[in-house]
Protein backbone atom coordinates (compact mmCIF):
# COMPACT_ATOMS: atom_id res chain seq x y z
CA UNK A 1 0.00 0.00 0.00
CA UNK A 2 1.37 3.47 -1.20
CA UNK A 3 0.95 6.86 1.40
CA UNK A 4 0.08 8.23 -1.85
CA UNK A 5 -3.15 5.90 -2.60
CA UNK A 6 -6.94 6.34 -1.90
CA UNK A 7 -7.36 3.57 0.12
CA UNK A 8 -4.42 4.41 2.30
CA UNK A 9 -5.62 8.26 2.96
CA UNK A 10 -9.02 7.45 3.67
CA UNK A 11 -9.78 3.79 4.60
CA UNK A 12 -6.36 2.63 6.19
CA UNK A 13 -5.21 5.32 8.35
CA UNK A 14 -8.68 6.54 10.06
CA UNK A 15 -9.58 2.56 10.67
CA UNK A 16 -5.79 2.07 11.91
CA UNK A 17 -5.93 5.04 14.45
CA UNK A 18 -9.79 4.60 15.63
CA UNK A 19 -9.18 1.01 16.80
CA UNK A 20 -5.50 1.72 17.87
CA UNK A 21 -6.89 4.75 20.25
CA UNK A 22 -9.49 2.99 21.39
CA UNK A 23 -7.90 -0.16 22.41
CA UNK A 24 -6.02 1.81 24.30
CA UNK A 25 -8.96 4.08 25.68
CA UNK A 26 -10.14 0.91 27.09
CA UNK A 27 -6.69 0.11 28.72
CA UNK A 28 -6.35 -3.12 26.11
CA UNK A 29 -2.56 -2.15 25.79
CA UNK A 30 -1.29 -4.95 24.74
CA UNK A 31 -3.88 -5.59 22.32
CA UNK A 32 -3.19 -2.29 20.98
CA UNK A 33 0.41 -2.97 19.93
CA UNK A 34 -0.88 -6.28 18.30
CA UNK A 35 -3.27 -4.06 16.53
CA UNK A 36 -0.74 -1.48 15.33
CA UNK A 37 2.00 -4.35 14.29
CA UNK A 38 -0.81 -6.22 12.37
CA UNK A 39 -2.03 -3.43 10.23
CA UNK A 40 1.71 -2.46 9.49
CA UNK A 41 2.14 -5.76 8.33
CA UNK A 42 -1.18 -5.35 6.31
CA UNK A 43 -0.18 -2.33 5.21
CA UNK A 44 3.76 -3.94 4.32
CA UNK A 45 2.21 -7.03 2.51
CA UNK A 46 -0.97 -5.63 0.60
CA UNK A 47 -0.29 -5.17 -3.47
CA UNK A 48 1.60 -1.63 -3.94
CA UNK A 49 0.48 -1.14 -7.18
CA UNK A 50 3.81 -1.64 -8.49
CA UNK A 51 3.44 -3.96 -11.25
CA UNK A 52 1.62 -7.16 -11.39
CA UNK A 53 4.15 -8.35 -8.56
CA UNK A 54 2.79 -8.55 -5.12
CA UNK A 55 4.70 -7.85 -1.76
CA UNK A 56 3.28 -10.14 0.54
CA UNK A 57 5.14 -13.12 -0.45
CA UNK A 58 8.02 -11.20 1.53
CA UNK A 59 6.13 -10.69 4.52
CA UNK A 60 7.49 -14.08 6.04
CA UNK A 61 10.58 -12.59 5.36
CA UNK A 62 10.28 -9.41 7.48
CA UNK A 63 8.55 -11.63 10.79
CA UNK A 64 12.04 -13.86 10.47
CA UNK A 65 14.03 -11.23 10.26
CA UNK A 66 12.48 -9.47 13.47
CA UNK A 67 12.34 -12.99 15.28
CA UNK A 68 15.75 -14.03 14.72
CA UNK A 69 17.21 -9.89 15.33
CA UNK A 70 15.37 -9.94 18.62
CA UNK A 71 16.60 -13.22 19.58
CA UNK A 72 19.95 -12.55 18.92
CA UNK A 73 19.91 -9.27 20.47
CA UNK A 74 18.62 -10.44 23.59
CA UNK A 75 21.28 -13.21 23.77
CA UNK A 76 23.79 -10.47 23.12
CA UNK A 77 22.72 -8.56 26.41
CA UNK A 78 22.04 -11.46 28.44
CA UNK A 79 23.30 -11.98 31.62
CA UNK A 80 24.14 -15.29 30.67
CA UNK A 81 26.18 -13.91 28.04
CA UNK A 82 29.00 -12.02 30.13
CA UNK A 83 31.83 -13.41 28.45
CA UNK A 84 32.76 -11.08 25.21
CA UNK A 85 33.94 -13.82 22.93
CA UNK A 86 30.42 -15.46 23.32
CA UNK A 87 28.54 -11.56 22.51
CA UNK A 88 31.55 -10.88 19.53
CA UNK A 89 30.58 -14.64 18.04
CA UNK A 90 26.44 -13.77 18.43
CA UNK A 91 26.97 -9.97 16.86
CA UNK A 92 29.02 -11.38 13.62
CA UNK A 93 26.70 -14.00 13.37
CA UNK A 94 23.91 -11.63 13.60
CA UNK A 95 25.81 -8.89 11.39
CA UNK A 96 26.51 -11.57 8.58
CA UNK A 97 22.93 -13.58 8.45
CA UNK A 98 21.51 -9.59 7.96
CA UNK A 99 23.78 -9.07 5.37
CA UNK A 100 23.57 -12.12 3.27
CA UNK A 101 19.69 -11.65 3.43
CA UNK A 102 20.49 -7.81 1.31
CA UNK A 103 23.30 -9.82 -0.36
CA UNK A 104 21.24 -12.15 -2.15
CA UNK A 105 17.98 -10.24 -2.90
CA UNK A 106 20.01 -7.00 -3.80
CA UNK A 107 22.70 -8.12 -5.36
CA UNK A 108 23.14 -11.96 -6.18
CA UNK A 109 22.12 -10.83 -10.06
CA UNK A 110 24.34 -8.01 -9.94
CA UNK A 111 27.63 -10.76 -9.19
CA UNK A 112 26.11 -12.63 -11.88
CA UNK A 113 26.30 -10.18 -14.81
CA UNK A 114 29.61 -9.31 -13.61
CA UNK A 115 31.27 -12.04 -13.50
CA UNK A 116 30.02 -12.78 -17.24
CA UNK A 117 31.21 -9.51 -18.56
CA UNK A 118 33.94 -10.14 -16.48
CA UNK A 119 34.70 -14.13 -17.60
CA UNK A 120 32.81 -14.14 -20.79
CA UNK A 121 30.63 -16.78 -18.84
CA UNK A 122 27.06 -17.14 -19.63
CA UNK A 123 25.90 -17.96 -16.10
CA UNK A 124 21.79 -17.48 -15.81
CA UNK A 125 20.00 -14.94 -13.79
CA UNK A 126 18.24 -15.48 -10.30
CA UNK A 127 14.40 -14.93 -10.78
CA UNK A 128 14.62 -12.61 -7.61
CA UNK A 129 12.29 -9.45 -6.66
CA UNK A 130 13.72 -7.05 -4.14
CA UNK A 131 11.64 -7.21 -0.95
CA UNK A 132 10.58 -3.90 -0.38
CA UNK A 133 12.16 -1.49 2.44
CA UNK A 134 14.61 -4.36 3.10
CA UNK A 135 17.76 -2.15 3.20
CA UNK A 136 15.73 0.23 5.73
CA UNK A 137 15.34 -2.18 8.35
CA UNK A 138 17.88 -4.82 8.03
CA UNK A 139 20.36 -1.48 8.85
CA UNK A 140 17.53 -0.86 11.79
CA UNK A 141 18.10 -4.14 13.09
CA UNK A 142 21.96 -4.33 12.69
CA UNK A 143 22.20 -0.94 14.85
CA UNK A 144 20.37 -2.70 16.90
CA UNK A 145 22.62 -5.77 17.43
CA UNK A 146 25.16 -3.41 17.73
CA UNK A 147 24.02 -1.43 20.73
CA UNK A 148 22.98 -4.82 22.13
CA UNK A 149 26.85 -5.59 22.11
CA UNK A 150 27.79 -2.53 23.34
CA UNK A 151 25.54 -2.71 25.95
CA UNK A 152 23.20 0.40 25.29
CA UNK A 153 19.93 -1.39 24.79
CA UNK A 154 17.47 -2.06 27.57
CA UNK A 155 15.33 -5.36 27.74
CA UNK A 156 12.31 -4.79 25.42
CA UNK A 157 9.65 -7.27 24.82
CA UNK A 158 8.91 -8.70 21.80
CA UNK A 159 6.31 -6.64 20.78
CA UNK A 160 8.20 -3.65 21.26
CA UNK A 161 10.89 -4.76 19.51
CA UNK A 162 8.46 -5.72 16.62
CA UNK A 163 6.58 -2.52 16.34
CA UNK A 164 10.13 -0.85 16.47
CA UNK A 165 10.88 -2.10 13.18
CA UNK A 166 7.14 -2.66 10.97
CA UNK A 167 5.93 0.65 12.43
CA UNK A 168 4.54 1.57 9.40
CA UNK A 169 5.32 5.15 8.91
CA UNK A 170 9.04 4.51 8.48
CA UNK A 171 9.17 0.35 7.63
CA UNK A 172 9.51 0.70 3.91
CA UNK A 173 11.66 3.84 2.92
CA UNK A 174 13.18 5.45 6.44
CA UNK A 175 13.78 7.47 8.44
CA UNK A 176 16.00 4.89 9.78
CA UNK A 177 14.99 4.86 13.31
CA UNK A 178 17.10 4.17 16.55
CA UNK A 179 15.52 1.91 19.07
CA UNK A 180 16.51 4.17 21.63
CA UNK A 181 14.01 7.29 20.13
CA UNK A 182 10.99 4.66 19.22
CA UNK A 183 10.57 2.00 21.91
CA UNK A 184 10.66 4.39 24.66
CA UNK A 185 7.63 6.60 23.06
CA UNK A 186 5.68 3.69 22.82
CA UNK A 187 6.07 3.11 26.34
CA UNK A 188 4.82 6.11 27.75
CA UNK A 189 1.70 5.92 29.27
CA UNK A 190 0.41 9.85 27.90
CA UNK A 191 1.67 8.90 24.45
CA UNK A 192 -1.11 5.46 23.98
CA UNK A 193 -4.12 7.88 24.34
CA UNK A 194 -5.50 10.41 21.84
CA UNK A 195 -4.09 13.82 20.97
CA UNK A 196 -5.67 16.89 18.63
CA UNK A 197 -2.60 18.47 18.63
CA UNK A 198 -0.67 15.95 17.57
CA UNK A 199 -3.49 14.92 15.15
CA UNK A 200 -3.70 18.38 13.57
CA UNK A 201 0.40 18.71 13.25
CA UNK A 202 0.83 15.16 11.90
CA UNK A 203 -2.17 15.31 9.65
CA UNK A 204 -0.51 18.90 8.19
CA UNK A 205 2.59 17.07 8.13
CA UNK A 206 1.12 14.47 5.81
CA UNK A 207 -0.52 16.70 3.60
CA UNK A 208 2.87 19.07 2.95
CA UNK A 209 4.81 15.74 2.43
CA UNK A 210 1.34 14.22 0.03
CA UNK A 211 1.85 17.85 -1.46
CA UNK A 212 5.93 17.32 -2.39
CA UNK A 213 4.95 14.21 -3.83
CA UNK A 214 2.19 14.32 -5.90
CA UNK A 215 2.27 17.74 -7.64
CA UNK A 216 5.89 18.93 -7.48
CA UNK A 217 8.40 15.47 -7.61
CA UNK A 218 5.52 13.74 -9.92
CA UNK A 219 5.29 16.49 -12.01
CA UNK A 220 9.31 17.02 -12.44
CA UNK A 221 9.55 13.55 -13.17
CA UNK A 222 7.62 13.95 -16.85
CA UNK A 223 10.60 16.07 -17.79
CA UNK A 224 13.30 13.70 -15.73
CA UNK A 225 11.98 10.50 -17.81
CA UNK A 226 12.22 12.84 -21.31
CA UNK A 227 15.28 14.03 -20.66
CA UNK A 228 17.34 10.76 -19.69
CA UNK A 229 15.55 8.94 -22.67
CA UNK A 230 16.78 10.86 -25.41
CA UNK A 231 20.30 12.06 -27.41
CA UNK A 232 21.09 15.35 -28.77
CA UNK A 233 20.07 17.48 -25.63
CA UNK A 234 20.84 20.85 -26.38
CA UNK A 235 22.82 22.99 -22.87
CA UNK A 236 19.79 24.55 -21.97
CA UNK A 237 17.40 21.26 -22.11
CA UNK A 238 20.04 19.10 -20.64
CA UNK A 239 19.93 22.06 -17.45
CA UNK A 240 17.06 21.56 -16.86
CA UNK A 241 16.77 18.15 -17.08
CA UNK A 242 19.43 17.92 -14.34
CA UNK A 243 17.39 20.51 -12.04
CA UNK A 244 14.39 18.92 -12.73
CA UNK A 245 15.67 15.66 -10.89
CA UNK A 246 17.49 17.61 -8.45
CA UNK A 247 14.32 18.78 -7.05
CA UNK A 248 12.59 15.63 -7.83
CA UNK A 249 14.63 13.53 -5.67
CA UNK A 250 14.35 15.94 -2.97
CA UNK A 251 10.46 16.45 -3.22
CA UNK A 252 9.82 12.89 -3.72
CA UNK A 253 12.02 11.30 -0.38
CA UNK A 254 11.47 14.49 1.70
CA UNK A 255 8.07 14.07 0.83
CA UNK A 256 7.60 10.38 2.10
CA UNK A 257 9.54 11.54 5.02
CA UNK A 258 7.32 14.30 5.78
CA UNK A 259 4.67 11.71 5.25
CA UNK A 260 5.93 9.42 7.02
CA UNK A 261 6.86 12.12 10.82
CA UNK A 262 3.03 13.43 10.13
CA UNK A 263 1.85 9.64 10.42
CA UNK A 264 4.05 9.18 13.51
CA UNK A 265 2.78 12.07 14.98
CA UNK A 266 -0.54 11.30 14.66
CA UNK A 267 0.24 7.96 17.08
CA UNK A 268 2.29 10.62 19.36
CA UNK A 269 5.57 8.86 18.12
CA UNK A 270 7.77 11.74 16.80
CA UNK A 271 10.24 9.85 14.05
CA UNK A 272 13.87 11.28 13.56
CA UNK A 273 14.08 14.06 11.02
CA UNK A 274 15.83 13.50 7.74
CA UNK A 275 16.32 16.54 5.84
CA UNK A 276 17.26 19.99 6.83
CA UNK A 277 17.56 22.10 3.88
CA UNK A 278 20.44 20.50 2.37
CA UNK A 279 20.55 22.43 -0.81
CA UNK A 280 21.65 25.48 0.82
CA UNK A 281 24.25 23.54 2.12
CA UNK A 282 27.98 25.13 1.49
CA UNK A 283 30.20 21.82 1.33
CA UNK A 284 29.78 18.55 0.42
CA UNK A 285 30.43 17.95 4.01
CA UNK A 286 27.35 19.98 5.31
CA UNK A 287 25.43 18.73 2.28
CA UNK A 288 25.86 15.01 4.29
CA UNK A 289 24.59 16.75 7.34
CA UNK A 290 21.46 17.77 5.84
CA UNK A 291 20.81 14.92 3.36
CA UNK A 292 18.81 12.12 4.57
CA UNK A 293 20.44 12.37 7.97
CA UNK A 294 19.51 8.97 9.88
CA UNK A 295 21.36 7.07 6.66
CA UNK A 296 24.45 9.68 7.29
CA UNK A 297 24.04 9.08 10.95
CA UNK A 298 24.06 5.17 10.88
CA UNK A 299 26.84 4.99 8.39
CA UNK A 300 29.00 7.74 10.86
CA UNK A 301 28.38 5.77 13.96
CA UNK A 302 28.41 1.87 12.61
CA UNK A 303 31.18 1.94 9.21
CA UNK A 304 33.52 5.66 10.00
CA UNK A 305 34.15 5.20 13.72
CA UNK A 306 34.19 1.88 14.12
CA UNK A 307 37.01 1.72 11.00
CA UNK A 308 38.85 4.74 13.07
CA UNK A 309 37.21 7.42 12.03
CA UNK A 310 39.10 11.33 11.61
CA UNK A 311 41.49 9.55 14.81
CA UNK A 312 44.38 8.37 13.17
CA UNK A 313 47.78 8.27 13.45
CA UNK A 314 48.15 8.81 9.76
CA UNK A 315 46.09 11.26 7.98
CA UNK A 316 45.96 8.69 4.93
CA UNK A 317 43.62 6.23 7.07
CA UNK A 318 40.80 8.89 7.37
CA UNK A 319 40.46 9.27 3.75
CA UNK A 320 40.79 5.73 3.02
CA UNK A 321 37.64 5.25 5.93
CA UNK A 322 35.73 8.31 3.76
CA UNK A 323 35.85 6.68 0.59
CA UNK A 324 34.65 3.10 1.91
CA UNK A 325 32.18 5.09 4.16
CA UNK A 326 30.71 6.21 0.84
CA UNK A 327 31.47 3.02 -1.89
CA UNK A 328 29.06 1.68 0.77
CA UNK A 329 26.47 4.64 0.45
CA UNK A 330 26.73 3.69 -3.29
CA UNK A 331 26.53 0.35 -2.97
CA UNK A 332 23.76 0.77 -0.50
CA UNK A 333 21.37 2.57 -2.86
CA UNK A 334 21.44 -0.02 -5.64
CA UNK A 335 22.89 -3.26 -7.64
CA UNK A 336 24.81 -0.95 -10.46
CA UNK A 337 27.96 0.38 -10.55
CA UNK A 338 26.26 3.71 -11.36
CA UNK A 339 25.31 4.13 -7.80
CA UNK A 340 28.73 2.72 -6.63
CA UNK A 341 30.55 5.55 -9.10
CA UNK A 342 28.24 8.31 -7.13
CA UNK A 343 29.26 7.29 -3.97
CA UNK A 344 33.09 7.71 -4.80
CA UNK A 345 32.68 10.58 -6.33
CA UNK A 346 31.26 11.65 -2.93
CA UNK A 347 33.77 10.36 -1.19
CA UNK A 348 36.40 12.41 -3.38
CA UNK A 349 34.54 15.38 -2.69
CA UNK A 350 34.43 14.92 1.09
CA UNK A 351 38.49 14.18 0.82
CA UNK A 352 39.00 17.33 -1.24
CA UNK A 353 36.76 19.47 1.10
CA UNK A 354 38.75 18.15 4.01
CA UNK A 355 42.05 19.15 2.20
CA UNK A 356 40.89 22.37 1.52
CA UNK A 357 39.68 23.23 4.68
CA UNK A 358 43.50 22.28 5.42
CA UNK A 359 44.52 25.34 3.58
CA UNK A 360 42.93 27.92 5.73
CA UNK A 361 41.64 29.73 2.62
CA UNK A 362 38.40 31.71 2.77
CA UNK A 363 35.96 32.21 -0.48
CA UNK A 364 32.57 34.08 -0.37
CA UNK A 365 29.95 31.81 1.19
CA UNK A 366 27.84 32.31 -2.15
CA UNK A 367 30.89 30.85 -4.36
CA UNK A 368 31.34 27.88 -1.67
CA UNK A 369 27.53 27.33 -2.00
CA UNK A 370 27.36 27.33 -5.76
CA UNK A 371 30.41 24.99 -6.17
CA UNK A 372 28.61 22.39 -3.66
CA UNK A 373 25.63 23.12 -5.35
CA UNK A 374 27.24 22.22 -8.63
CA UNK A 375 28.60 19.36 -7.94
CA UNK A 376 25.45 18.18 -6.23
CA UNK A 377 23.99 18.49 -9.57
CA UNK A 378 26.45 17.23 -11.59
CA UNK A 379 26.59 13.75 -9.52
CA UNK A 380 23.11 13.24 -9.66
CA UNK A 381 23.43 12.37 -13.14
CA UNK A 382 25.25 9.40 -12.35
CA UNK A 383 22.58 8.32 -9.37
CA UNK A 384 19.94 8.98 -12.22
CA UNK A 385 21.02 6.99 -14.77
CA UNK A 386 20.16 3.57 -16.04
CA UNK A 387 23.76 3.23 -17.47
CA UNK A 388 27.03 5.20 -18.54
CA UNK A 389 25.44 6.01 -22.06
CA UNK A 390 22.60 7.70 -20.85
CA UNK A 391 24.68 9.44 -18.65
CA UNK A 392 27.45 10.86 -21.28
CA UNK A 393 24.14 11.85 -23.31
CA UNK A 394 23.39 14.11 -20.68
CA UNK A 395 27.10 15.67 -19.94
CA UNK A 396 26.98 16.09 -23.64
CA UNK A 397 24.34 18.58 -22.83
CA UNK A 398 25.38 20.29 -19.81
CA UNK A 399 28.69 20.92 -21.29
CA UNK A 400 27.27 22.43 -24.21
CA UNK A 401 28.76 19.94 -26.36
CA UNK A 402 25.09 19.89 -28.71
CA UNK A 403 24.79 23.38 -28.82
CA UNK A 404 23.18 26.24 -27.27
CA UNK A 405 20.48 27.13 -29.12
CA UNK A 406 17.86 29.14 -26.75
CA UNK A 407 13.81 28.31 -25.99
CA UNK A 408 11.14 29.42 -27.27
CA UNK A 409 8.47 30.35 -25.35
CA UNK A 410 4.34 30.00 -26.31
CA UNK A 411 1.81 30.82 -23.45
CA UNK A 412 2.58 28.02 -20.55
CA UNK A 413 4.74 25.93 -22.33
CA UNK A 414 8.38 26.34 -22.47
CA UNK A 415 9.66 24.20 -25.93
CA UNK A 416 12.86 23.62 -28.22
CA UNK A 417 12.55 23.34 -32.27
CA UNK A 418 14.74 20.25 -32.14
CA UNK A 419 13.73 18.03 -35.01
CA UNK A 420 15.81 14.65 -33.24
CA UNK A 421 13.83 14.92 -30.05
CA UNK A 422 10.67 16.78 -30.40
CA UNK A 423 11.12 17.72 -26.75
CA UNK A 424 9.30 19.94 -24.43
CA UNK A 425 8.71 21.18 -21.17
CA UNK A 426 5.86 22.40 -18.91
CA UNK A 427 6.92 26.06 -17.73
CA UNK A 428 5.06 26.73 -14.49
CA UNK A 429 5.85 23.58 -13.02
CA UNK A 430 9.12 22.78 -13.70
CA UNK A 431 10.94 26.46 -13.61
CA UNK A 432 8.71 28.32 -11.14
CA UNK A 433 9.14 24.91 -9.15
CA UNK A 434 13.51 25.35 -9.69
CA UNK A 435 13.27 29.42 -9.05
CA UNK A 436 11.06 29.12 -5.74
CA UNK A 437 12.95 26.17 -4.23
CA UNK A 438 16.14 27.97 -4.58
CA UNK A 439 14.54 31.06 -2.78
CA UNK A 440 13.71 28.60 0.09
CA UNK A 441 16.73 26.85 0.16
CA UNK A 442 19.13 29.28 -0.18
CA UNK A 443 17.11 31.41 2.55
CA UNK A 444 17.33 28.60 4.74
CA UNK A 445 13.61 28.72 5.31
CA UNK A 446 12.29 26.15 7.52
CA UNK A 447 8.58 26.37 9.06
CA UNK A 448 8.58 25.39 12.82
CA UNK A 449 5.35 22.44 12.78
CA UNK A 450 5.15 23.11 16.83
CA UNK A 451 3.71 26.79 15.99
CA UNK A 452 0.92 25.41 14.33
CA UNK A 453 -2.19 27.02 14.95
CA UNK A 454 -5.62 24.99 13.27
CA UNK A 455 -7.58 28.13 12.06
CA UNK A 456 -9.65 28.40 9.40
CA UNK A 457 -6.73 29.68 6.77
CA UNK A 458 -4.97 26.13 7.92
CA UNK A 459 -8.36 24.40 7.13
CA UNK A 460 -8.96 26.16 3.87
CA UNK A 461 -5.22 25.44 2.42
CA UNK A 462 -5.20 21.84 4.03
CA UNK A 463 -8.91 21.15 1.84
CA UNK A 464 -7.22 22.89 -1.09
CA UNK A 465 -4.05 20.57 -1.20
CA UNK A 466 -5.80 17.25 -0.31
CA UNK A 467 -8.64 17.72 -3.05
CA UNK A 468 -5.85 18.62 -5.84
CA UNK A 469 -3.48 16.04 -4.56
CA UNK A 470 -6.41 13.27 -4.38
CA UNK A 471 -7.69 14.73 -8.10
CA UNK A 472 -4.28 13.66 -9.42
CA UNK A 473 -4.15 10.50 -7.78
CA UNK A 474 -7.70 9.40 -8.75
CA UNK A 475 -6.44 9.13 -12.34
CA UNK A 476 -6.99 5.67 -13.50
CA UNK A 477 -3.66 6.17 -15.52
CA UNK A 478 -1.99 7.30 -11.62
CA UNK A 479 1.12 5.14 -10.81
CA UNK A 480 4.10 6.59 -8.89
CA UNK A 481 6.00 4.88 -6.10
CA UNK A 482 8.47 6.77 -4.12
CA UNK A 483 11.92 7.09 -5.57
CA UNK A 484 13.55 5.50 -2.43
CA UNK A 485 11.28 2.05 -2.55
CA UNK A 486 13.78 1.10 -4.91
CA UNK A 487 16.66 0.90 -2.48
Request: glycine letters at 6%.
Amino acid sequence: MLFNSIQFIFLFVPITLSVYFALNRLRLLDMAKVWLIGASLFFYAAPHFMGEFSYNNFLFLLLGSVALNFSLGSAISNSLYKRKITKKALLIFGIIINLLSIGYFKYTNFFIENINNLLNTNYSLFNVVLPLGISFFTFQQIAYLIDSYQGKTKEYDFLNYTLFVVFFPQLVAGPIVHHGEVIPQFQKLRNKFFNWKNLSEGFWLFLVGLFKKVVIADTLSHSVNLGFGVEGLSFFEGWIVVLCYTFQIYYDFSGYTDMALGLGKMFNINLPENFNNPYCSTSIQEFWRRWHMTLSRFLRDYIYFPLGGSKNKFEYRTYINIMIVFSVCGLWHGASWMFVLWGVIHGLGLCINRLWQKTKIKIPEFIQWLITFLFINITWVFFRAENMQSAINVFKAIFGFNGFYLPQFNKFILFFENPKINFDFELIPALLTILLTFVIFIGKYKPDIKLLTPNKIYIAIAAIILFYSILIIANPTYASPFLYFNF
